[in-house]
């Protein structure tokens, strides 16, 4: 080929991580596809500081060469000097002048240890075709010894031993947490220098709290007494995961048809079952759970919603224990107005356990990071699986360090603030994660069939139900289309090295040096493209909609204590004896219990990351990956403009789902 003077623009962007910066000298080397390899070529700007942690960098290249044609492959070489060697690169993008093209080299992995990288023009391929197979399986040994599994807690989800370096959060995330944080502590501060004494002499002196610019008044504040708003918290609120059609009424629920009758518009108990009108939420799980402080009671309360005849879910009765008793009585909306609600306080206290526990830790947080554990062991960041999952698993491991270290830890906000404390609340995760399983619990629409609520015919207003269905749709489509794209039959999937691994490891027990997920379609051995896709669309699922379900409503439904109250004084009604205001005020939160409780719900509640399918980092560049991309976006923009339209008409209007409020990962 006779010498061309190529002009080559080269633009490296250095990622975010801690240490991601390098003084080390860096050459490249590109390949086109004709097998030509050129020369060195050194990235360095003359007096500047190139390579600066989350800066991007631009080199021209002017040099005799042959006339090279498109490239397909890129060295990295480093030579370690300097006083940070080690570099973390994001991307490198290669602008080709004579053919006017710019190759992408998404990397997204550090460059050390003075040996040779190469990485292919958009860096996707399953392992078994990769033509560099011993760098990808030297890359995974690596990674399989900083991501190790540990069991921190005997019995709950694996976590990860030691916080990677690259897990840890970027400078920008960690100022704005700050930022965020300090605002609310400083509005917590004047408060209680305005405010002298523990305890809240009345309901208006609680609302007195809100006046601050970042801690609105919640609204519960307006709707809390309410029956029609309470039974509607089991539809949008922060736990409407629990609600299910009851069949019959359990043997150790006292409740009769002369209790309710006079509530249910003349229908007996017989016929709101016959006609599928009848819900129960019953927290048996929590029955023996100990909170670690023995001055606090925690109930494991039974409680029946009805359907009336406006179709609007209704509160029925509340049995506060399991075991029936003179001394555990069936509560009624018919009692005395303070005793039903203080029924109804003790019953969302412990609804609020099972969230904390279950809902938002258990099954997102917790059971999250080791999905995301598993699959940085077993895929490498070039297989198109891998692309798709780590958008959601941004910022997994730092948030839980940090909660695990802040929040839950002995003398934390949870022991604080919530009735079980941290022992206690991480006995119900214990209690409930031995029969969880992926392809129930973890599989949207087979676990509202399970619950028997998947059918908006008999449980109508459920929005969250019909809000989190449309979103699994989205992400079921866009997950289908991703592996359809790289497998193109059965074989090329049972091939897979790294996916079967992944799979494998996923239901593998703790013991064995697995994840310990009960329930992977396929049981560890992918032999068709739905169980990947089932298990890609649950992870994305939880990691997205799930938890803003859990997360995003804690600051309106928890700041208000008498709404939905973490802790309560003193011991739960055991008769039907008249209340008062003051016997409510007495049992409701201290003064520095419910500002801790708004703060930190505060900061919960505030969204993290960008909006669902605006990721943070797009690791897919290969064009038929981001054609997909884009549908997917443009399927969540149809869905959040069908849910604007819902709440328009809806009598209490559900946001929490809308697309343009979900983060793409729990970072919060």
């Known amino acids: 080929m006779p010498p061309y003077a190529a002009i080559f623009v080269i633009t490296v962007k250095t990622g975010d991580r801690k ?13 086109d596809s004709d097998g030509w390899v050129s020369p060195d070529i050194t990235l360095d700007n003359m007096f500047k500081d190139d390579f600066e942690r989350n800066k991007s960098d631009t080199f021209s290249v002017q040099r005799e060469f042959p006339d090279c044609g498109p ?18 690169v994001d991307t490198i993008h290669v602008l080709h002048r004579r053919l006017e093209e710019t190759f992408v080299f998404p990397i997204y992995r550090w460059i050390k240890e003075k040996r040779l990288y190469i990485f292919r023009c958009l860096d996707v391929s399953l392992p078994q075709f990769d033509p560099y197979p011993e760098q990808r399986r030297e890359e995974l040994r690596q990674k399989r010894d900083v991501y190790k599994y540990c069991e921190k807690y005997p019995g709950a989800p694996v ?32 408060f209680k220098i305005l405010s002298l004494g523990d305890y809240w002499d009345s309901l208006d002196h609680l609302s007195t709290a809100y006046r601050g610019k970042n801690m609105h008044t919640p609204k519960a504040t307006k709707y809390w007494k309410n029956d029609d708003s309470f039974a509607a918290q089991r539809l949008m609120g922060s736990n409407p995961m629990l609600i299910k059609l009851c069949n019959s009424i359990p043997n150790n629920f006292a409740v009769t048809d002369e209790m309710v009758t006079p509530i249910t518009e003349g229908s007996t108990i017989a016929k709101l079952i016959s006609e599928k009108r009848l819900y129960i939420v019953d927290l048996k799980i929590l029955e023996d759970i100990k909170p670690a402080d023995k ?19 209704m509160p029925l009765a509340i049995q506060l224990f399991q075991t029936p008793s003179p001394n555990n009585p069936v509560f009624l909306p018919t009692d005395g107005q303070y005793t039903w609600l203080a029924a109804k306080m003790w019953y969302n206290n412990a609804d609020l356990a099972y969230h904390q526990s279950l809902t938002h830790l258990g099954f997102t947080h917790l059971l999250m990071e080791g999905a995301a554990i598993c699959s940085h062991r077993n895929i490498s960041p070039s297989h198109p699986v891998f692309k798709l999952l780590a958008p959601h698993f941004l910022n997994i491991m730092a948030i839980n360090s940090l909660a695990l270290e802040r929040l839950v830890s002995p003398g934390g906000w949870i022991d604080k603030t919530m009735t079980s ?33 998947y059918d908006s015919k008999y449980l109508p207003n459920y929005h969250y139900r019909d809000d989190a269905l449309l979103c699994y749709d989205a992400i079921e489509s866009y997950v289908t289309e991703i592996i359809d794209i790289y497998y193109d039959c059965i074989d090329t999937l049972k091939q897979d090295e790294e996916i079967q691994n992944w799979a494998c490891e996923l239901c593998k027990s703790v013991a064995a040096g697995g994840c310990g997920i ?11 493209k739905t169980d990947l896709i089932s298990i890609c669309t649950s992870i994305i699922y939880m990691s997205s909609v799930g938890h803003a379900a859990a997360n995003f409503n804690q600051y309106e439904d928890y700041a208000f204590p008498p709404n939905y109250p973490a802790c309560l004084h003193g011991k739960p009604p055991n008769n039907k004896d008249e209340l008062t205001e003051l016997d409510i005020v007495k049992i409701i939160p201290t003064k520095e219990q419910t500002l801790d409780t708004m703060v930190v719900t505060k ?50 209007e559900y946001t929490i789902l809308d697309p343009a409020e979900i983060p793409n990962s729990i970072s919060i």
């Not at 240490?19 to 390949?31: E, F, P, Q």
């Not at 609340?425 to 031995?434: C, G, N, P, Q, R």
Request: hydrophobic content about 40%.
């Open 19 to 31: 240490g991601a910066g390098t003084d080390a000298k860096i050459k490249i080397r590109l390949h």
């Open 71 to 88: 490239f397909t492959a890129i060295e990295i070489i480093s030579d370690q000097s300097g006083l940070m060697p080690d570099w973390y």
């Open 159 to 190: 976590q990860v031993e030691n916080l990677p370096k690259d897990e840890q959060f970027s400078e920008k995330h960690q100022v704005d947490m700050m930022y965020a944080k300090f605002k609310l502590l400083g509005e917590k501060f004047v």
């Open 295 to 313: 001055t606090r009671v925690l109930c494991a309360p039974m409680a029946l919603f009805f359907v009336n005849n406006g179709g609007k879910l």
């Open 421 to 453: 404390g941290a022992s206690g609340l991480f006995d119900i995760v214990v209690k409930a994660w031995k029969d969880w399983r992926l392809d129930l619990d973890g599989t949207l629409p087979n676990e509202l069939k399970n619950r028997q609520v």
């Open 518 to 528: 009960k329930g992977v379609p396929g049981d560890g051995r992918l032999e068709n």
């Open 603 to 652: 900061i919960l509640s505030n969204r993290a990351t960008q909006a669902l399918g605006e990721f943070e980092v797009t690791y897919a560049h290969d064009p038929k990956a981001l054609d997909a991309i884009t549908r997917f976006k443009e399927n969540l923009k149809s869905i959040s403009a069908t849910i604007k339209n819902k709440n328009s008409t809806r009598e209490m």
